[in-house]
């Protein structure tokens, strides 16, 4: 079992950023990919970015947030942040961290752990 607890989140204005943490727990922290996800009211769940195992160098991001979101994996302190810039009135949603062994799929259905969300407003 994997434990993930996701931290950051708030009410932000257009343009503005912040900064996402998750923290795991549970089992070995280098084996596994982790994702971040995000749902908005009336839509479905979406990949935002992920971070492969071990040194994390492998990345992948949704063309949405390409060049504003960043995601970085701390394996000593066993987190991943995702860092978020130029924020938008359409990133406002519910953000997951989730995880699955070794490498990021863009689907959640192939995410095995999953923290319980927390909540990003956007404001204008």
């Known amino acids: 079992q994997v434990q993930l607890v996701e931290s950051g989140g708030g009410l932000v204005q257009a343009g503005g950023s912040l900064r996402l943490s998750c923290a795991a727990s549970?089992?070995?922290?280098?084996?596994?990919?982790m994702g971040w996800f995000r749902q908005a009211p009336g839509k479905e769940r979406e990949f935002v970015a992920g971070?492969?195992?071990?040194?994390?160098?492998?990345?992948k991001y949704a063309e949405s947030v390409k060049g504003r979101f960043t995601i970085s994996r701390d394996n000593d302190k066993n987190t991943v942040a995702l860092q978020m810039n130029s924020l938008k009135l359409e990133d406002t949603a519910v953000y997951y961290c989730?995880?699955?062994?070794?490498?990021?799929?863009?689907?959640?259905?192939?995410?095995?752990?999953w923290g319980q969300g927390t909540q990003v407003t956007v404001s204008s």
């Open positions: 549970g089992r070995t922290f280098t084996n596994y990919a």
């Open positions: 989730a995880a699955r062994k070794y490498y990021v799929r863009v689907t959640s259905d192939d995410y095995d752990y």
């Open positions: 971070i492969g195992w071990s040194s994390g160098s492998n990345t």
